[in-house]
C-alpha cells in the first residue's frame, strides 16, 4: 500500500521559514522512488489545487512563479523523503500543502500551513 506522509506545517509570521516533508511508504513505491518525479501543491481556501514545484528523479526542479527564490524542493532518495523549504513566507502562501507522486498520482493527506501578517 502506497503512503505519502507530509509533516512540518504550522503557523509562522510573514517573513518566516518552514521546511516540510513527505516520507513514501509501500515497498514496491520504495523501490522506484528513486527515479520517480515527485512534487508539492498547495490549495487555498476557495481556490483550485496548484503545483508549486516539482523535481525528477534525476533533480532536475521547476516551480510555480509566484514561489521561485524562495521556496527549494529537495529529496533524499535514500531516506525516500522528499522536502520543501519555504523562506520569506508571506500570508498569500497559506494553504493546505500536498505531496503528490506524478507517475502514480500518489497523494498525501496534506499539512496546513498559515502565515500571518
Known amino acids: 500500500q502506497v503512503q505519502l506522509v507530509e509533516s512540518g506545517g504550522g503557523s509562522v509570521q510573514a517573513g518566516g521559514s518552514l521546511r516540510l516533508s513527505c516520507a513514501v511508504s509501500?515497498?514496491?513505491?520504495?523501490?522506484?522512488?528513486?527515479?520517480?518525479?515527485m512534487a508539492w501543491y498547495r490549495q487555498a481556501r476557495g481556490k483550485q489545487r496548484e503545483l508549486v514545484a516539482r523535481i525528477t528523479g534525476g533533480g532536475s526542479r521547476n516551480y510555480a512563479d509566484s514561489v521561485k527564490d524562495r521556496f527549494t524542493i529537495s529529496r533524499d532518495n535514500a531516506k525516500k523523503t522528499v522536502y520543501l523549504q519555504m523562506n520569506s513566507l508571506q500570508p498569500e502562501d497559506t494553504a493546505v500543502y500536498y505531496c503528490n507522486n506524478v507517475e502514480g498520482n500518489y497523494w498525501g493527506q496534506g499539512t496546513q500551513v498559515t502565515v500571518s501578517s
Open positions: 509501500g515497498s514496491l513505491f520504495r523501490s522506484i522512488f528513486n527515479i520517480n518525479t
